[in-house]
């Protein structure tokens, strides 16, 4: 795995000041059920949801399993070409931002992406008949973006080799069901 360094990308603050939205709730329940099923390792990983003006993300180096209401940024624009996004919020968003506003921009039914890590998962992954990114690259970049919309499709759960998986929804619980559903599928072996 790639060692973190950081965003990939510039962040334009449109408004230095924390987002509201009642969602921001439910998203830090999952964020700390992630960390309780370890499927935060050290913290790691990233979330977001749907909102009105774009989508609520966690912050870029954050602990999903300690992030405060305050720690969330609003994504309101992305750049893929000129490695651009424009936030409402303190942080700077998840170094994921790129994939988390390709993925909502390709299905606009998906309201919930979550991104985590599990090894089983990843080793187990063509047991279970996952889906996988073809080649690996780096993360938070146009490439590694690139590389998920070739295998996208209508797909709800997918890996990105060597790196994580990713759990999509119409909704915050459905996309953390299916992610509990594949944890429990890899642990049963």
């Known amino acids: 795995m790639e060692e973190y360094i950081g965003t990939k990308f510039k962040t334009v603050f ?3 000041a924390a987002p509201e939205d009642p969602g921001i709730d439910e998203l830090i329940r999952w964020c700390r059920r992630f960390a309780e099923l370890g ?4 913290g790691s990983g990233n979330m977001s949801f749907r909102s009105r003006n774009g989508f609520i993300v966690s912050r870029t180096a954050g602990n999903l399993g300690l ?3 305050s720690e969330f940024t609003e994504v309101l624009k992305t750049d893929l070409s000129r490695r651009e ?3 409402t919020g303190r942080h700077e968003p998840s170094s994921e931002s790129m994939m988390h506003a390709a993925i909502y921009l390709a299905r606009p039914e998906v309201s919930a992406v979550f991104h985590g ?3 089983k998962i990843l080793r187990q992954g063509k047991r279970l008949g996952l889906p996988v990114t073809g080649r690996e690259q780096p993360y938070g970049t146009p490439e590694i973006v690139q590389e998920i919309l070739q295998i996208l499709g209508q797909h709800h759960f997918f890996l990105i080799r060597n790196h994580g998986f990713v ?3 119409r ?3 459905e996309a953390g069901q299916h992610t509990e559903a594949v944890l429990t599928r890899a642990l049963s072996t």
């Open 67 to 69: 992030l405060k209401a």
């Open 14 to 16: 449109a408004k230095k």
């Open 171 to 173: 909704s915050m619980d």
């Open 117 to 119: 890590h599990h090894d």
């Open 39 to 42: 499927l935060a390792p050290g």
């Open 167 to 169: 759990s999509l929804g």
């Open 85 to 87: 996004v424009t936030v």
